[in-house]
């Protein structure tokens, strides 16, 4: 009877990471391409995609290298776009903290986007779920997306090289980007956020090695964590 | 485009392998069920908020492929984009109609 709950729980979480398939695969390609037009071989581009597993700073990585940025700067920005797992993995701990340390180091792994949205939403619904049914639907949400990331990287390695540069795809980054900044923008908190470092970001735009991105996001971080006192004070 | 030195490659995916999985391990693992101070959740929050806008902005204003000359084209593209991804919460709708503005501005303005 467990091992059949578990089962389901695979199965549920597997169903609601499927949509994001549609988000995996096209990222994942544009990644593919993108990689190779910056000079990567399939190798390198391959390994990428599987081991980091994260999109966003992956594509910061590689903007900047193209850039001449020094090497230290393109770490601790790419990994600074990517904080946000820290805050998922920081969210996720309150329901997934007591499972096996095995367990949790490998759940660590597959800790992105997707699997992070679903899983919140599910946890929250349902605070019955035992530690170990909570592990099983989480990576059942991450399922159906690790393979298929893959597998896009691949294809637009391959096929990248072959794209015309008619396709403008230098701005297939910044849409990307810009389209997933969009449905961030849940409260006036990330607004002001985004704004602040919009602003920042076109001021600092001469500062060397690209630290005008970091200077940008730590002020955006900033005026966002203080919109978010300011509002919760004229709340109550 | 100049080609990168692979060692400087290599660097960069083990150095962001290392980097990601331990900014992923960090709470889960090592931090387990003890509470974080609020005030840096409060800034954690904000963190991919203000650092793709801050990345993107400068490419927006002054694109790499016209050599930094303004453009029409990839200025509409980005609003259109971004208001689509504010209005549907759509992340796919956002990117093919940015694509379509782009394309169709570029064929109409070429």
Known sequence: MAAATSKSYFWKGFRDGTPFVFVA??????????ATEAGLDIIQTMAFSATVFAGAAQFTALQLLQDNTPTVIVLISALAVNLRVAMYSASLTPYLGAAPLWQRALGAYLIVDQSYACSIVRFEKEP???????????????TPI??????????GAVLGTQIPESWALDFALPI???????????????????????????????VPFNLGLLIAGAAGMMAGAQAELMLERTKT | MTAIDPITIWIIIVGL?????????????????????????????????AILPALIAPLVVWPTATEG??????MAAAAVALSVGVVTKNVLAAIFSGAATLYGLLYLLA
Do not use: C, E, K, N
């Not at chain 1, 695969?25 to 993108?34: A, D, E, I, K």
């Not at chain 2, 990601?20 to 090592?30: N, P, V």
């Not at chain 2, 000359?69 to 990839?74: A, G």
């Open chain 1, 176 to 206: 990307t980007f810009l389209s997933m900044i969009g449905p961030m923008m849940r409260t006036l908190a990330h607004v002001v956020a985004a704004l602040v470092a919009i602003v920042v970001a076109l001021l600092t735009v001469t």
């Open chain 2, 17 to 49: 392998a290392i980097g990601s999985y331990l900014l992923r391990f960090t709470f889960i693992g090592l931090v387990g069920d003890r509470p974080m101070p609020p005030w840096l959740l409060r800034h954690l929050r904000y963190t991919a908020v």
């Open chain 2, 69 to 74: 000359q303004p453009d029409v084209s990839r």
């Open chain 1, 25 to 34: 695969v096209p990222f994942g390609l544009l990644f593919g391409v993108f």
């Open chain 1, 128 to 142: 019955d779920m035992t530690v170990q049914q909570r592990m099983i639907y989480f990576v059942g949400s991450v």
């Open chain 1, 146 to 155: 690790t393979p298929l990331w893959i597998l896009g990287t691949y294809l």
